[in-house]
């Protein structure tokens, strides 16, 4: 892996972290990005049927869903690693390196994502 896109394939490429926790940190980052960015407006040329189930809002409420159930499996010290790092695509540091990896392990065991 010649250049990282995240600072999750830098830990992955260093050895930090296996492919499991990689997928497990993907997949927080993705919920993480629809849960808190703010929604896309564009404009609609014809009236908008489609607000019930599966509307706009429905994917950015099931993606905090998912967020929550998440962070809940993580311990205070894992959650804020994972977060920094998956979710606002920060380095964990020194001193958070080993609750990231156990952090993102947890997750990847709670989506059963394989080894």
């Known amino acids: 892996m010649s250049e990282a896109a995240c600072r999750l ?10 492919a499991a926790a990689h997928r497990a940190g993907l997949r927080f980052a993705g919920l993480f990005r629809r849960a808190v960015e703010p929604q896309r407006l564009t404009q609609l040329y014809a009236e908008r049927v489609d607000a019930g ?27 804020a690693a994972v977060t920094a790092v998956a979710g ?14 156990s952090g993102l392990e947890v997750l990847a065991r709670h989506w059963g994502l394989p080894s």
Do not use: S, V
Request: proline share 4%.
């Open 53 to 79: 189930p599966g509307g706009i809002g429905e994917g950015r409420a099931f993606a905090a869903r998912e967020l929550r159930q998440a962070i809940r499996r993580l311990a205070a010290e894992e959650a």
């Open 9 to 18: 394939d830098w830990y992955l490429a260093h050895g930090f972290i296996g």
């Open 88 to 101: 606002l695509d920060e380095y964990a540091g020194p001193g958070r390196t080993r609750a990231l990896k």
